[in-house]
């Protein structure tokens, strides 16, 4: 099973800082690494999928880098509704698909 | 429009049955993998299972193999989890989530969730 560790657990910053969220899988996922943000009380919304591709109706502010092992999520300046949990996936070696633990990033 | 909507959570309790049911529409059903995902309350997220396009392929998370059968209903559009030999640790947010063509895991679009409790 692959292992996907977030970090860091929490993140606190500013409206209009920069966002920089980190997964490090425990072997390589090549490309095949999804980002999703999820708000209290709502369903995850997938934001990147395939380490650096924007799905639909994302925002340009959010985009994802990396390949193999480590990965990266930035957020370019943080809007009031961006401040949330933020979840990576990885889906190259099923079953299971797993997930990381989260990063909560909340207004400093 | 993509809607998944999910039923058929509520209480049970340990060592009983409960089947949840997701309806799709906004898409052709019979193309895509579907998913269960779920959340313990204040938790992560858990992938439960997959079933591929056209059911020829289907998985399970080890932590429920053997207690819970995922399928689907092309007729009416809908996916279901029967959940069987149910465990405290079972009880969960299950979401529903539409997959990408053939066994495709992007998980583009996810239901609201049905809540699952176990408890006596």
């Known amino acids: 099973e692959i292992v996907l560790t977030q970090s860091p657990a929490t993140l606190s910053l500013s409206p209009g800082e920069r966002a920089t969220l980190s997964c490090r899988a425990s072997?390589?996922?090549?490309?095949?690494l999804a980002w999703f943000q999820q708000k209290p009380g709502q369903a995850p919304r997938l934001l990147i999928y395939d380490a650096s591709n924007r799905a639909t109706g994302i925002p340009a502010r959010f985009s994802g880098s990396g390949s193999g092992t480590d990965f990266t999520l930035t957020i370019s300046s943080l809007e009031p509704e961006d401040f949330a949990v933020y979840y990576c996936?990885?889906?190259?070696?099923?079953?299971?698909?797993?997930f990381g633990g989260g990063t909560k990033v909340e207004i400093k | 429009e993509v809607q998944l909507l999910e039923s058929g959570g509520g209480l049970v309790q340990p060592g009983g049955s409960l089947r949840v049911s997701c309806v799709a529409s906004?898409?052709?059903?019979?193309?895509?993998?579907m998913n269960w995902v779920r959340q313990a309350p204040g938790k992560g997220l858990e992938w439960v299972s997959v079933i591929g396009d056209n059911g020829n392929r289907i998985d399970y998370a080890d932590s429920v193999k053997g207690r819970f059968i995922i399928s689907r209903d092309i007729s009416k559009n809908t996916l279901f989890l029967q959940m069987n030999s149910l465990r405290t640790d079972d009880a969960a947010v299950y979401y529903c989530?539409?997959?990408?063509?053939?066994?495709?895991?992007?998980?583009?679009?996810w239901g609201r969730g049905t809540l699952v409790t176990v408890s006596s």
């Open positions: 996936q990885q889906r190259y070696i099923w079953p299971p698909v797993t």
């Open positions: 072997q390589s996922v090549h490309s095949y």
């Open positions: 989530v539409k997959g990408g063509t053939g066994t495709n895991l992007i998980f583009d679009y």
């Open positions: 906004g898409f052709a059903f019979t193309t895509y993998a």
